[in-house]
């Protein structure tokens, strides 16, 4: 059981803990919207969620691009960042 554990990248293991807290807080998000009971207070809520996504989004992008760094050309770097700000700018629009 330990063998597979120590076989995954670290990168991997950052990104797969970064999803995992972005999870937990879209759960607590719920459970809080729930517990105001109210629509005002859930969209303020809800409006928070927003900002935590693209940056979770972007973290773990990142953090998967410097994991693959050595197997990546310049021209794909390039082509994955420029998806990543064409995904952000329809996530803004």
């Given at each position: 059981m330990k063998?597979?554990?120590f076989s995954?990248?670290?990168a991997l293991l950052i990104m797969v803990g970064l999803r995992l807290v972005s999870g937990l807080i879209e759960l607590t998000?719920?459970?809080l919207m729930l517990r105001l009971n109210?629509?005002?207070k859930?969209?303020?809520v809800n409006a928070a969620l927003a900002i935590i996504g693209?940056?979770?989004l972007i973290l773990s992008i990142s953090i998967g691009l410097i994991g693959m760094k050595d197997q990546l050309s310049f021209i794909k770097v390039a082509f994955i960042?420029?998806?990543v700000t064409l995904i952000l700018i329809g996530l803004a629009k």
């Open positions: 063998t597979w554990f995954i990248e670290v998000a719920a459970a109210s629509v005002e859930a969209i303020a693209p940056t979770i960042a420029s998806g």
